[in-house]
């Protein structure tokens, strides 16, 4: 297990811990979630684009195909991003 530094409080935390356990801050692992979202639509967009010249269950397929693929790049890509959420709540 490697060991990261966070950049708000400079304390260690062990990779793949949620939270920081000096300051509370959100770790996360990988692409942004909004990268997701957006590969859903670009997949939805390609499965109607190919549902014009196939059939819509070729659609459905590409679409899928389309999000798997990307869910994958998007892993690799981002294998490394570790990114430290800081969120200012009062309790
Ligand atoms: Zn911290």
Redesign the pocket.
């Known amino acids: 297990m490697s060991e990261i530094n ?6 260690v ?1 062990s990779h793949g811990a949620k939270v ?6 959100e770790v996360e692992y990988g692409a942004p979630p909004f990268l997701y979202g957006v590969l859903l639509i670009l997949s939805i967009l390609f499965g109607f684009k190919a549902a014009s010249f196939l059939p819509e269950f070729f659609g459905w397929l590409t679409a899928i195909v389309c999000f798997v693929a990307g869910a994958v790049v998007l892993n690799k890509f981002f294998k490394d991003r570790i990114k ?1 959420k ?1 969120l200012y709540r009062t309790k």
Do not use: I, K, L, S
Request: charged share 15%; net charge positive; aromatic share 6%.
């Open positions: 966070c950049p708000h409080c400079h304390g935390v920081c356990r000096g300051c509370q801050a430290f800081r």
